[in-house]
């Protein structure tokens, strides 16, 4: 069984897409649908299918606050052998199952798939990512590593693994990092292996969506995995994130009024 794990907060608009794009797959899945103390309709839309799809469980966040708790509480809750995440406005393409259980192989714990990224503003969608597929290591990450909602992940590899609950930002590449320092190894599906849709508004930058603070405790986070035990592999892959993330932060502050 795979489990999918999708945080939503005050996401009427979106939640009922998500949802549907679920209910119409075809496979041994658990869709953990947690709840982050909404005050819309989102609830209502999510439990009319629980009640039509035994595989919907509609849970309340019982964790901090925020995308992060949210997603640890559907990973202390998860049933399946796999786990793979989806955020509220996002869909799960109709083979996506299929596409999950050919790569599945022992021994690799994590998974990357390629995506759709619909440019909602522009009304576009591109397939986004490509790679050659297979092994990839540390010293030579596919492009996109950081998210976690483009992968699939061994459940039992998980078990001592979670979300840092102080970020609002830049959660997903800060796990991603702690799985990778105890597997330097992520295993790419082949070229045309898409399993989401992923809606990307290109307007505003980072830092004005979530905020300089939350960057910046996130870039913080980042700084001390340097002073951790972990590879120099995996802290390379820590200085080049931290390089891309100051260069957006100081355009920001150069285009700032």
């Given amino acids: 069984m795979i489990s999918v794990i999708v945080p939503y907060k005050d996401a009427e608009q979106w939640i009922g897409r998500c949802c549907e794009s679920l209910a119409r797959q075809d496979g041994d899945f658990e869709f953990l649908i947690i709840n982050d103390r909404s005050e819309d309709s989102g609830p209502d839309i999510v439990m009319s299918y629980a009640k039509m799809d035994s595989r919907f469980r509609q849970m309340d966040n019982r964790?901090?606050?925020?995308?992060?708790?949210?997603?640890?509480?559907?990973?202390?809750?998860?049933?399946?052998?796999?786990?793979?995440?989806?955020?509220?406005?996002?869909?799960?393409?109709?083979?996506?199952?299929?596409?999950?259980?050919?790569?599945?192989?022992?021994?690799?714990?994590?998974?990357?798939?390629?995506?759709?990224?619909?440019?909602?503003?522009?009304?576009?969608?591109?397939?986004?990512?490509?790679?050659?597929?297979?092994?990839?290591?540390?010293?030579?990450?596919?492009?996109?590593?950081?998210?976690?909602?483009?992968?699939?992940f061994n459940a039992d590899f998980l078990r001592d693994v979670r979300f840092d609950e102080e970020l609002q930002y830049g959660e997903d590449g800060l796990f991603v990092l702690g799985c990778l320092r105890k597997d330097?190894?992520?295993?790419?599906?082949?070229?045309?292996?898409?399993?989401?849709?992923?809606?990307?508004?290109?307007?505003?930058?980072?830092?004005?969506?979530?905020?300089?603070?939350?960057?910046l405790k996130y870039l913080d986070k980042y700084r001390k995995l340097l002073d951790t035990d972990a590879s120099e592999d995996l802290k390379r892959a820590v200085c080049m994130e931290l390089s891309r993330l100051w260069s957006t932060l100081a355009e920001d502050y150069t285009g700032a009024e």
Avoid at 96 to 116: K, S
Avoid at 188 to 214: C, E, I, M, Q, Y
């Fill in 184 to 215: 330097g190894r992520i295993f790419h599906a082949r070229k045309n292996a898409t399993t989401v849709r992923h809606r990307f508004d290109n307007a505003g930058s980072l830092t004005k969506v979530k905020g300089r603070p939350d960057v």
């Fill in 63 to 152: 964790r901090g606050a925020g995308v992060s708790g949210a997603r640890n509480t559907g990973l202390d809750a998860a049933a399946g052998e796999h786990i793979t995440f989806l955020d509220a406005d996002d869909e799960m393409l109709p083979d996506a199952f299929r596409t999950f259980t050919e790569v599945i192989r022992d021994g690799a714990n994590i998974y990357q798939f390629n995506h759709l990224r619909y440019y909602t503003r522009i009304r576009k969608e591109v397939l986004k990512y490509t790679n050659d597929g297979g092994i990839i290591t540390l010293p030579d990450l596919p492009v996109h590593w950081f998210g976690v909602w483009n992968k699939l």
